[in-house]
Each structure stands twice: as structure tokens, then as C-alpha cells.
């Protein structure tokens, strides 16, 4: 689960240098987040169909060498083009993976322990946003852009082989891999109003940290003068921060319904979010208030992302497959969507970063009371 969120963090320390190395622009070198979110979201759809068809224990191992290969391919194959492939590739592999171990939970969990398990995904997706940057920031100052990949390939090696060894087959209640059939579990899932506007919540909230993983490498590196080091550290405080958040999110749900929590989380972030835009006018170079607004915004997809998850994926057990696999589909195609355009945004210093902040908060209050609370 780790490898899942580091994917993107690892290699954020390292998009200045990935620009400079193949002689392109910074929006050309964004698109490594934005292209392996593409990757992800259609990993997560293809394959939810694939194992409500063919199973889970199969898939997860062909995703896992699919992995391993896409990341020495850009070590090997060294052009922009190659890599920005190898990066759709890694997506598509570690998006079956994600989606495989979400449904393994679902297989053997009730709906009531799905749900307070949401955060415990999160945790867990969390240790790499934590971890990711320093190991990047470190691999890019002594061994340059091309360690990360290597880091990649041999981490899901020994991923591979615990997974081979340990996971068994949950999956035995098989749905024929049939267009109606098919058509009909999608057509079911997206009717559910409520399930769609849980789906584009979470893929909202997880924008709020893409943000920072595609803007935050260029505004302290290549803006403020900071080294990839540095940045990482910065990334590994506010990947604390995250973690932390779904403890909080955890211990919130013992108390208050999932509904409460994204009440009193969307309105406070949407004040902070006003506050971020009007200070950052007077602190333009400060990468402490950087740090600070960003790790606000982190607390508040740290503590909706989860609990979002856990929520929607309840309301299908029976096709939780499908179910997941749209969810990521939707989610995180406009978490990619966000990441390119963001790629675009010139980052001269923190106002527009701010300003990017607040928009997507708004974005997430209008969600919430138009479709959620009314739901």
C-alpha cells in the first residue's frame, strides 16, 4: 500500500532536474504527476472488471511485474517521450494493484468495518507521501532522477514476492466478463447520486495535495532557491500532517457521523482558504506560510479522503470491484485533470498557489451543499 502514495512523492523532488535532463519545459516535465494519475484512473477501472471476472490473486501479480518492468523502462529508453509512456504504464499497474487490495478488504469485511477501515487506508496510502520525498530528495542530489526508478523496481520486486508467498485467492462469487453485464453494474452505480458525489469529493480533496506534489517543486526549488533536499523535507513534515489527519478522521468517526465531518471539515478549509489568498499578498517568498497553508489543506484531505472511501465503497459490496473501480476512475481522473492544468500555472511565488487552493475548496463546498447535503 505504501508504493501507492509514493509513486507520485518520490518523484516530485525531481521534476526540475527531469526538465532539465530531456531540455523541456516545466509544464512538459508536470505532466510525470499528472500523466501517472491518467494512468491510475484507468488502472483502477479496467482492472475492477477484471477481478469480479477472473479473480484477485492473479491480477495482482501480473500488475506487480508490469510495474517492475515499466520502471526500468525509462532508465534503459532514455527520451521524454519514453518516459512519459513508462509513467501512463506505472499508473495503469499500480492503479489494478490498488484497486485489487481494496477488494480483497471488501471480500472479507463487513459493511460496517469497511467503513471505519476508510482511514485505515489512509494511513496507510499515507506512509508514502511521508516517506517518498526525503528518499526522493536524497536519490536526486547523489544519484539524479534515474534512482528513483531503480528504487521502484526493487521495492515492488520484494512486493511481488510477499504477494505471491502470502495473498490468497477472497474472490469466488465470479461475474462473467460480459458487456451487459458489464454495462448494467455501471449503470447501477452511477444512478447512485449519492455514491457519484462521494466520487468527486474524494477526487477534489485529493487535488489539494497534487497541487503542492506539481507546484510545490518549482516554487522551493526553482523559485525560492531550496534544493531537492530540502523540499523533501518539507514534503516529509506535511506527509506527517496527512498521516496524522487520518487518525483524526478515525477517532472523529467514533463520535460523529461521516455527513458531520464533512460539514465542519469543507467550511473550515473554505475559511482557511480565503485567509491563504488575502496573506499570501503580504508573505509572497515565505516558504514557512507555504508550508503552513499547504499543511492545512493536507489536514483536510487527510481527514475526507478516507472516510469518503469507506463510505462510498459500503454502499456496493456486491459489485465492490466495479464499484472501486469507478470511484478511482472519476476520483482521480479529476485529481489528473487538476495536475494539468496546474502544470501551466507559473509558479513565481506563493500567491498563485494560494489562489489554486481556494478555488478547489469552493469547488468542494458547492459539491457538498448542492449534492451531499441534500443527499
Not at 127 to 150: N, S
Not at 274 to 297: E, N, R
Not at 359 to 370: E, K, M, N, P
Amino acid at each position: 500500500m505504501p508504493i501507492i502514495g509514493m509513486c507520485i512523492d518520490l518523484v516530485a523532488p525531481s521534476l526540475p532536474a527531469i526538465g532539465q535532463s530531456f531540455s523541456v519545459a516545466a509544464s512538459v516535465a508536470k505532466s510525470v504527476i499528472s500523466l501517472y494519475l491518467l494512468g491510475f484512473a484507468f488502472g483502477n477501472f479496467l482492472s475492477g472488471f477484471l477481478i469480479d471476472s477472473y479473480g484477485r490473486q492473479k491480477i495482482i501479480r501480473l500488475s506487480l511485474l508490469g510495474f517492475i518492468v515499466a520502471s526500468l523502462m525509462p532508465i534503459y529508453l532514455h527520451s521524454i517521450t519514453w518516459l512519459l509512456f513508462a509513467r501512463i504504464l506505472q499508473g495503469l499497474t499500480i492503479g489494478a494493484v490498488s484497486v485489487t487490495l481494496r477488494s480483497i478488504c471488501a471480500d472479507v469485511l463487513p459493511p460496517e468495518r469497511l467503513t471505519k477501515l476508510g482511514p485505515w487506508f489512509g494511513t496507510m496510502w499515507g506512509i508514502g507521501p511521508v516517506i517518498g520525498p526525503v528518499i526522493g530528495g536524497y536519490l536526486q542530489v547523489y544519484f539524479g532522477w534515474q534512482a528513483g526508478f531503480y528504487f521502484f523496481a526493487i521495492i515492488t520486486l520484494i512486493a511481488f514476492i510477499v504477494v505471491f508467498i502470502v495473498v490468497p485467492e477472497t474472490h469466488f462469487n465470479r461475474h462473467p466478463l460480459r458487456i451487459v453485464s458489464i454495462k448494467n453494474n455501471i449503470t447501477e452505480i452511477l444512478k447512485n447520486h449519492v455514491f457519484i458525489g462521494i466520487t468527486a469529493l474524494m477526487g477534489l480533496s485529493y487535488a489539494l495535495m497534487i497541487l503542492f506534489n506539481v507546484s510545490g517543486p518549482f516554487l522551493i526549488q526553482t523559485t525560492l532557491h531550496y534544493s531537492p533536499i530540502f523540499f523533501g523535507h518539507i514534503a516529509l513534515y506535511l506527509g506527517v500532517v496527512f498521516v496524522l489527519a487520518t487518525f483524526l478522521g478515525r477517532y472523529l468517526l467514533k463520535a460523529h457521523t461521516v455527513e458531520k465531518i464533512w460539514l465542519i471539515a469543507i467550511n473550515v478549509s473554505l475559511l482557511v482558504g480565503i485567509i491563504a489568498v488575502i496573506v499570501s499578498y503580504f508573505f509572497k517568498d515565505s516558504v514557512i506560510l507555504t508550508t503552513l497553508i499547504t499543511a492545512l489543506m493536507f489536514i483536510s484531505c487527510g481527514v475526507v479522503f478516507p472516510i469518503s472511501l469507506g463510505k462510498g465503497l459500503s454502499l456496493f459490496r456486491h459489485i465492490a470491484g466495479t464499484a472501486t473501480a469507478v470511484m478511482y476512475l472519476v476520483n482521480i481522473s479529476i485529481s489528473s485533470i487538476v495536475a494539468y492544468f496546474a502544470g501551466f500555472v507559473d509558479m513565481t511565488s506563493l500567491v498563485p498557489l494560494a489562489w489554486m487552493y481556494l478555488f478547489l475548496v469552493f469547488v468542494i463546498a458547492i459539491l457538498y451543499w448542492t449534492v451531499l447535503r441534500k443527499s
